[in-house]
Antibody
């Protein structure tokens, strides 16, 4: 059974940082292209970042509006993907999903609330 | 960025009725490699989205064949042939032909 479990969300003040983790199992993580996608309170879905596999030199791409603030990374030995989020803004408030496949597998999501 | 416009925003249906959802793109989704990277997702209440259809018309494993996708270029359609109660939720189209990947605004399917 495919499982993706996101952790690390919570309430944070504007300007602060959070690191999200996504632990996976049930599929061949090492060859999967992994993504982070968020869903705003208004239910809009927004792709944030992708990291490709080793055969593609772990190529990374970002949504322009989060480039420089968000960093995606992966650890194939732990079948996990991460999203480091710095200088958070209120508009970053959303449910954050990790996905693989790149959209075939989804986690349950983790809530991030940025508020003072 | 590519803008995907879904219509209608809300769809009311009875069980057994056939319905269609449209997804129109601001530019052609035909990739230079010949593929068209247009997918459909369903998000049931309280659940993450799930992949229904990829590459316009290919059914994801385990998805009932009452779902079908069609279209080309800038115009795409998801059809449900005989709505069942488990089909209720919000449907999204998503493209990954052009960077960055973008999503439609969603179509909520509800019971009439």
């Amino acid at each position: 059974e495919v499982q993706l479990v996101e952790t690390g969300g919570g309430l944070v003040q504007p300007g602060n940082s959070l690191k999200l983790s996504c632990a996976t199992s049930g599929f061949t993580f090492s060859t999967a292209w992994m993504n982070w996608i968020r869903q705003t309170p208004g239910k809009r879905l927004e792709w944030l970042a992708q990291i490709e596999d080793k055969s593609n030199n772990y190529f990374i791409s970002y949504l322009e509006s989060v480039k420089g603030r968000f960093t995606i990374s992966r650890d194939d030995s732990k079948s996990s993907v991460y999203l480091q989020m710095n200088n958070l803004k209120e508009e970053d408030t959303a449910i954050y999903y990790c996905t693989g496949g790149p959209l075939a597998y989804w986690g349950q999501g983790v809530m991030v609330t940025v508020s003072s | 960025d590519v803008v995907l416009t879904q219509t209608p925003p809300t769809l009311s249906a009875t069980i057994g009725q056939s319905v269609s959802i449209s997804c129109r793109s601001s530019q052609s989704l035909l990739h230079s490699n010949g593929n068209t990277y247009l997918n459909w997702l369903l998000q049931r209440p309280g659940q993450p989205p799930q992949l229904l259809i990829y590459l316009v018309s290919r059914l994801e494993s385990g998805v009932p064949n009452r779902f079908s996708g069609s279209g080309s270029g800038t115009d795409f359609t998801l059809k449900i042939s005989g709505v069942e109660a488990e089909d209720l939720g919000v449907y999204y189209c998503v493209q990954s032909t052009h960077a960055p990947p973008t999503f439609g605004g969603g179509t909520k399917l509800e019971l009439k």
